[in-house]
């Protein structure tokens, strides 16, 4: 600001805010702020580098294998059931050894190779558990009727 732009107004009003800031200084109270006329710009937008960034570039997406047939991805899980009561003395006992394969929720008893037979559907116990099952059912329907083919009876060994 030159001398020639000064007008008595100007020099009063200056004056006023010198006095007021001595007597704030005085009683001991922090100076008030001074905010400084800044000119305000919008940026150009074509220099923004977050929104003027090429776009990434995908990765190709991996080709996808041919798809097995069900049978092909079946694998037939092996297990083994109890037929008679479990080794005593001289008799081994003896077991029954099957496979199993599931899809989902269904089970089906199958050969070595994986061939399913009739689809059932799992209980709540497991695979493992209906596979069990569905094989004593199999042996017991071989097996027939008769005093020698009654269930497994365990001696009770008091713990109960």
């Known amino acids: 600001m030159s001398d020639d732009e000064l007008t008595p107004e100007k020099i009063a009003a200056a004056i006023e805010r010198l006095e007021a800031e001595k007597r704030r200084r005085s009683e001991g109270k922090p100076a008030a702020p001074v905010y400084i006329n800044v000119e305000r710009t919008l940026a150009d937008p074509t220099s923004n580098p977050i929104f003027n960034s090429p776009p990434t570039r995908r990765a190709k997406p991996k080709a996808r294998k041919a798809a097995k047939p069900r049978e092909a991805s079946?694998?037939?899980?092996?297990?083994?059931?109890?037929?008679?009561?479990?080794?005593?003395?001289?008799?081994?006992?003896a077991i029954a050894e099957s496979y199993y394969v599931t899809d989902g929720k269904l089970l089906a008893l199958c050969d070595a190779a994986g061939v399913p037979g009739?689809?059932?559907?799992?209980?709540?116990?497991?695979?493992?558990?209906?596979?069990?099952?569905?094989?004593?059912?199999?042996?017991?329907?071989?097996?027939?009727t008769g005093p020698d083919h009654r269930p497994i009876v365990y001696p009770k060994l008091g713990l109960a």
């Not at 079946?74 to 006992?93: C, M, N, Q, R, S």
């Not at 099952?133 to 329907?141: E, G, I, S, V, Y």
């Open 74 to 93: 079946l694998t037939p899980v092996p297990f083994y059931v109890f037929t008679t009561p479990k080794a005593i003395g001289d008799d081994p006992g």
């Open 118 to 144: 009739e689809w059932h559907p799992i209980s709540e116990r497991g695979p493992l558990r209906t596979a069990q099952h569905l094989l004593k059912q199999r042996l017991a329907a071989r097996r027939g």
